[in-house]
């Protein structure tokens, strides 16, 4: 196995280093006609692209381009990024708020509070308890899950919920209904563990089929439920073939090849293009313990291809087939975490203790499977965004529909997408992207399916 020397960061050397070098961050409107560019040059250190990119989603830009090159003491990236319309970034706080996370005195918990309109992800809401949850995946679990929490008097202020081969894994910040803060009653959080443990765990007697972990700090969502899945191994999928759920046309075509001169592997990735795309494969390859040194990003219309120039943590390169074949197995079930081909739910409500029950409730009622959830709250108003597909996985029909909108319309604002991958749909995304997010202003649009 190729081996290449790995240099060794110390901390104090790193603070002087960035002290007498700090980064430097370009915004810039003008080099090209139809996006915004981002520079970032700045002291190489393990992890910095992982957090440049973190921060990039979180705003949720469109990384159209990007070109990576960090080989030796110094960190040099460019990002070509449109918002979610496709339009350069001109808001002056946003901008400001680019310059000063990513520059000198970025990377603190204060400017990552900050953070203009972010909802999901990094979160910058008051006193919370956070519930992590991983286990195997049935109709109606959320609703379950969530009736729980209702019942204990917990309400849901942020959740995400990913489901993938067969694994469900959810973040829920909740806090207590009375109080609105976080719940720190070890005997309430004991009950409220061992219900949610019993649900996860079904009829399987065995312990490791579920997981519940409670935190009172911060984590960022989307890393967090990669982290929970890679761990849970859902990569090997249990026997499900991903063709089940997936159509050819989200199928990536991941390779790994060996570059001989300079000593690396390759890493190339094509697929159907999507947000946060960079962030999933970035965010991967470091919690697989890989160093991206360098990287090229593009998009041609819906179809993305990315190639990375990695090795692993200790020099070595990628040089046996079974290394090669659990990279590509990872980066496939990372990018698929987030495909969502179901029914887009959009449903906006004054927020109370048990609203997630109920919708989850009514959605299990007529027959439907939630595959992705979001939830947000925008001061008194939820948000709550749902993917879904019948209990056999099909697409939902007409008549489902109807039925939701009778019995949720009366209390709740819904806004229905179909299908995109339904040939209405795709036939419109051609000339666009795949926009996937969780946005208050959307559901302010009378959107009819």
Not at 194 to 208: A, F, M, S, V, Y
Not at 416 to 444: H, R
Request: aromatic share 8%.
């Amino acid at each position: 196995m190729a081996k290449v020397c790995w240099p060794y960061f110390d901390p104090e050397y790193e603070n002087l280093s960035v002290r007498i070098n700090p980064p430097r961050v370009s915004v810039d409107n003008t080099s090209c006609s139809d996006c915004t560019v981002v520079k970032v040059d700045s002291v190489n250190k393990p992890g910095i692209l992982l957090e440049v990119v973190q921060i990039l989603t979180d705003l949720d830009f469109i990384i159209t381009k990007a070109y990576v090159s960090s080989d030796g003491g110094w960190f040099m990236d460019v990002f070509h990024v449109t918002d979610q319309q496709g339009k350069k970034i001109t808001d002056v706080k946003t901008i400001d708020y680019i310059e000063r996370v990513l520059g000198p005195k970025g990377h603190t918990t204060d400017g990552m509070k900050n953070c203009p309109g972010k909802r999901v992800g990094v979160h910058s809401f008051g006193n919370h308890t956070a519930i992590e949850l991983i286990g195997r995946d049935r109709p109606g679990l959320l609703s379950e899950i969530s009736a729980v929490l209702a019942n204990l008097h917990f309400n849901v202020t942020v959740a995400e919920v990913w489901t993938h081969n067969r694994r469900i894994a959810c973040v829920l910040y909740v806090n207590d209904d009375i109080t609105s803060g976080a719940v720190d009653d070890p005997n309430r959080l004991s009950i409220m563990e061992e219900q949610l443990k019993h649900i996860l765990r079904g009829r399987e007697d065995d312990d490791n089929v579920a997981r519940t972990s409670f935190s009172m700090g911060f984590t960022h969502i989307d890393r967090r439920l990669h982290q929970m899945l890679f761990a849970d191994r859902d990569y090997e999928g249990g026997g499900v073939t991903t063709e089940v759920d997936y159509p050819p046309s989200f199928k990536p075509k991941i390779t790994v090849e060996r570059c001989e001169e300079k000593g690396y592997s390759v890493v190339t990735v094509r697929c159907k293009d999507r947000a946060k795309l960079m962030f999933d494969i970035v965010c991967t390859l470091t919690d697989m313990q890989y160093v991206v040194f360098h990287a090229n990003i593009s998009s041609n219309g819906p179809h993305a291809s990315q190639e990375y120039f990695i090795r692993h943590m200790d020099g070595c390169t990628l040089d046996t087939e079974g290394e090669k074949e659990r990279v590509v197995k990872c980066l496939e079930a990372a990018i698929h975490r987030r495909v969502s081909e179901g029914l887009s739910l959009e449903l906006c409500a004054k927020d109370r203790c048990g609203l997630l029950s109920e919708v989850t409730r009514i959605l299990r009622e007529n027959g439907l499977s939630v595959r992705r959830a979001g939830v947000s709250t925008v001061g008194e108003r939820a948000v709550n965004v749902f993917y879904v597909r019948d209990a056999y996985g099909n697409p939902v029909d007409a008549k489902t529909i109807e039925a939701l909108r009778k019995e949720i319309g009366h209390t709740m604002m819904l806004n229905v997408k179909k299908d995109p991958a339904s040939a209405k749909a795709a036939e419109a995304e051609t000339s666009g992207w795949a926009k996937t997010s969780f946005f208050f202003g959307n559901l302010l649009e009378k959107f009819l399916a």
